[in-house]
């Protein structure tokens, strides 16, 4: 069965860093994209990053200049670089695979910045 397995979440000041991971199995790796959502409480689900199988990145416009996304292909796995976090950054952040049949989500990880 394909997993997700996040890591890097945490505590951070304002002004501070964090990098996020995402691993998956080899087999999937390479096809479909990935990318991270986020979901603070009381609030809907929203994209923040995708990268595709080429490498293409797309952001939302709040994660823009300070987020970066990548992957390494030989660890299969993709990152999650966030710079200058905010307080309003502040949000469990999920990772998800697009898989042939449909899209697979991590557990969730969280990040929570304190001003």
């Known amino acids: 069965q394909v997993q997700l397995v996040e890591s890097g979440g945490g505590l951070v000041q304002a002004g501070g860093s964090l990098r996020l991971s995402c691993a998956t199995s080899r087999s999937v790796f390479k096809i479909g994209g990935m990318g991270w959502y986020r979901q603070a409480p009381g609030k809907q689900r929203e994209l923040v990053a995708s990268?595709?199988?080429?490498?293409?990145?797309n952001y939302a416009g709040s994660a823009k200049g300070r987020f970066t996304i990548s992957k390494d292909n030989a660890k299969s796995t993709v990152y999650l670089q966030m710079n200058s976090l905010k307080f309003e950054d502040t949000a469990v952040y999920y990772c998800?695979?697009?898989?042939?049949?449909?899209?697979?989500w991590g557990q969730g990880t969280q990040v929570t910045v304190s001003s």
């Open positions: 998800y695979k697009d898989l042939i049949d449909g899209r697979l």
């Open positions: 990268i595709t199988s080429g490498g293409i990145t």
